[in-house]
C-alpha cells in the first residue's frame, strides 16, 4: 500500500465554510477516507493512501466550488458529497448547485440538492404531470412549490392552486375548535409555511384575496375544470383511487400538476387501497406524464432523518421479504396436508 501526499489550496476566507465549525466537516472527511489532514496557512496537506487521498481531495475541491459560489455549506453538502465520490459522481455536486429555481423572501436561493431532486425539477420542467414519489425530508412539496411560484411569477400560469386531502392522522377534525375552515387549515399548514417563506406574508394574502393562490382540501377540487394553473397535490398517498381520479380528471389547457406523496405513511384506514398505489399503477405507461421517485439518499433535512429514513427501508424490506417467506412456507404445509389425504 503507497502513501502519498497533496496538497490543495484553499483561500482562508473559505476555509471555515468548507471546513465547518470547529473542523467537524474536515474530520468527517479523514474518517469516511482514512486519511490525515493538516492545515497550513490557505493549504491543506493530505496524507494516505493514494486512492483515497484522491477521493479525499475532490471532496474538498467540490466542497470549494460550492463555498465560492456563496453556498453555506452544511452537513448534508459534505454527506453527499462523500456519497457522490464514492459512486464516481463528485462532478454532478456543481452541476446540481447550477440549477436555481429562485430565491426566497430573505435572498435565500432554492436549488435542489441531490441528483433525485435535480431529475425531479427537469421532469416539472417537461412534464405536464409529475409524480414525486420520496420519503419525509426529500424536498418533494418545496420544490414543487418554488416551482409553481416561478411559474406564476414569469405569467406562465394565471393561478396556483395548492391541495391535499383532510385525513385525519389518528384524531378527528370534530375536535378541533372553530369553523370547518379553522379545522382543514392544520392540514394544510406545511402549504402555507412554503408560501410565506418563498413568497412572503404580505403578497400571499394580496394573492389569496384575488383568488390567485388557493389553498384547499382535495374534496373542494369536485366539479371544477382547472385552467391555466399550477396545481400540486400533497400527501397524495392519503387519496383514494376515486379521489385520485376526480383530481386528475380536473385539468384543463396550459395547467401543469404535480403530485407528491410518500408511500409508507398512509394514513388511510386499514385495508383501503391509496389512490397514489393505483395511479402510479394505471398512468405508468402514459405519455407526458413523469414519475420521480427520490430515496433516503436524497434526504435533506438533519443528517439524523436521512438515518432515520433508511432504517425504516430496511426494516421494511425484511418484513417483507419475512411475509413473503413465511407465506411460501404456509402454502408448502397446504400443499404436503393435501397430498397426505386419502
Known amino acids: 500500500m503507497s502513501l502519498m501526499e497533496k496538497i490543495i489550496d484553499i483561500p482562508v476566507e473559505h476555509m471555515s465554510n468548507v471546513f465547518g465549525q470547529f473542523d467537524t466537516y474536515m474530520k468527517k472527511v479523514e474518517r469516511a477516507f482514512g486519511i490525515t489532514v493538516a492545515i497550513r496557512d490557505n493549504k491543506i496537506k493530505l496524507l494516505g493512501n493514494h486512492r483515497d487521498v484522491e477521493k479525499a481531495s475532490r471532496v474538498f475541491t467540490q466542497l470549494f466550488e460550492l463555498s465560492k459560489r456563496g453556498n453555506q455549506i452544511t452537513e448534508q453538502n459534505v454527506d453527499y458529497a462523500i456519497s457522490l465520490t ?3 459522481k463528485e462532478a ?45 425530508g426529500t424536498g418533494k412539496t418545496y420544490l414543487a412549490m418554488a416551482m409553481a411560484i416561478t411559474a406564476f411569477k414569469n405569467e406562465e400560469v394565471n393561478r396556483i392552486i395548492l391541495t391535499r386531502p383532510a385525513i385525519e392522522a389518528g384524531e378527528k377534525l370534530g375536535f378541533l375548535p372553530g369553523d370547518l375552515q379553522s379545522k382543514i387549515d392544520p392540514y394544510l399548514r406545511p402549504l402555507y409555511d412554503a408560501l410565506y417563506q418563498i413568497m412572503g406574508a404580505e403578497s400571499f394574502q394580496k394573492n389569496m384575496e384575488k383568488g390567485l393562490i388557493e389553498v384547499a382540501p382535495l374534496a373542494y377540487m369536485r366539479g371544477r375544470t382547472l385552467d ?3 396545481i400540486i397535490l400533497d400527501e397524495a398517498q392519503n387519496t383514494t383511487p376515486a379521489q385520485m381520479k376526480m383530481f386528475l380528471t380536473r385539468i384543463g389547457f396550459g395547467s401543469k400538476v404535480v403530485v407528491t406523496g410518500d408511500a409508507t405513511q398512509k394514513d388511510l384506514a386499514p385495508g383501503s387501497i391509496s389512490g397514489l398505489d393505483v395511479a402510479l399503477r394505471v398512468l405508468k ?7 420521480c421517485t427520490l430515496s433516503s ?10 438515518k432515520i429514513v433508511k432504517a425504516y427501508e430496511e426494516y421494511e424490506k425484511y418484513e417483507k421479504k419475512g411475509n413473503s417467506d413465511r407465506s411460501r412456507e404456509r402454502s408448502k ?10
Open 297 to 306: 439518499s436524497d434526504v435533506v433535512r438533519h443528517p439524523l432523518v436521512q
Open 86 to 88: 464514492f459512486e464516481e
Open 285 to 291: 405507461n402514459v405519455e407526458d406524464i413523469g414519475i
Open 228 to 230: 391555466n394553473a399550477f
Open 92 to 136: 454532478a455536486i456543481v452541476e446540481i448547485d447550477k440549477e436555481l429555481i429562485c430565491h426566497t423572501i430573505n435572498g435565500k436561493p432554492v436549488k435542489p440538492k441531490t441528483l433525485g431532486q435535480k431529475k425531479y425539477v427537469d421532469e416539472i420542467r417537461g412534464k405536464m404531470i409529475v409524480f414525486g414519489i420520496g420519503p419525509a
Open 333 to 342: 404445509i397446504r400443499k404436503a396436508r393435501k397430498t397426505e389425504r386419502p
